[in-house]
T-cell receptor
Framework: KQEVTQIPAALSVPEGENLVLNCSFTDSAIYNLQWFRQDPGKGLTSLLLIQSSQREQTSGRLNASLDKSSGRSTLYIAASQPGDSATYLCAVRRRGGATNKLIFGTGTLLAVQP | SAVISQKPSRDICQRGTSLTIQCQVDSQVTMMFWYRQQPGQSLTLIATANQGSEATYESGFVIDKFPISRPNLTFSTLTVSNMSPEDSSIYLC????????????FGQGTRLTVV
């Protein structure tokens, strides 16, 4: 059974810092991994999608890496801003079964202090 | 990307009643899903909405409690039936353009409180 864990559960940093969020998964048989952000009480915004054959993806100040063999992904946020404050979720798309569904992690609540 | 409109954005309902949530996408998509996010927790898949046929439910979710319709490739509804306070959650619609494990997009969610 695929399990997805995110560490830390919560993180508070001063504005301008570079930071790393971690995501680990137990089964390396995945199609892809996707990072999302969620503002309080709202839906999810897709940030980055990494296919299983890729090592990393970049979008603006965000960089996500994937090491499938070790079951790990990291989301690097450069020069953090107060507007980055949100919950960050990773999700892996497992192989097999009738639907290759997404399995979500527990999330990291990020607060960037001005 | 995909623009997803979900209605209502929030509601407060009496126990024993039902609420229907609508999900409208700006273009045709192959896959549509409904998720639940209970307070302080991550997302759990309720079901896959299939066009023209019955939805495919995940373990722990049943059609009598969460009937789903999908009349075409751009629209789906989820009904939360005979509600109890335990149904208080955020309900989210998600879409994917194809079945080939593409990027998932989400609506803004419906925040449901049952009193």
């Amino acid at each position: 059974k695929q399990e997805v864990t995110q560490i830390p559960a919560a993180l508070s940093v001063p504005e301008g810092e570079n930071l790393v969020l971690n995501c680990s998964f137990t089964d390396s048989a995945i199609y892809n991994l996707q990072w999302f952000r969620q503002d309080p009480g709202k839906g999810l915004t897709s940030l980055l999608l990494i296919q299983s054959s890729q090592r990393e993806q970049t979008s603006g100040r965000l960089n996500a890496s994937l090491d499938k063999s070790s079951g790990r992904s990291t989301l690097y946020i450069a020069a953090s801003q107060p507007g980055d404050s949100a919950t960050y979720l990773c999700a892996v798309r497992r192989r097999g079964g009738a639907t290759n569904k997404l399995i979500f992690g527990t999330g990291t609540l990020l607060a960037v202090q001005p | 990307s995909a623009v997803i409109s979900q209605k209502p954005s929030r509601d407060i309902c009496q126990r024993g009643t039902s609420l229907t949530i609508q999900c409208q996408v700006d273009s045709q998509v192959t896959m549509m899903f409904w998720y639940r996010q209970q307070p302080g927790q991550s997302l759990t898949l309720i079901a896959t909405a299939n066009q023209g046929s019955e939805a495919t439910y995940e373990s722990g979710f049943v059609i009598d409690k969460f009937p789903i319709s999908r009349p075409n490739l751009t629209f789906s509804t989820l009904t939360v039936s005979n509600m109890s306070p335990e149904d208080s959650s955020i309900y989210l619609c998600s879409v994917e353009r194809t079945v080939m494990n593409t990027e998932a997009f989400f609506g803004q969610g419906t925040r449901l409180t049952v009193v």
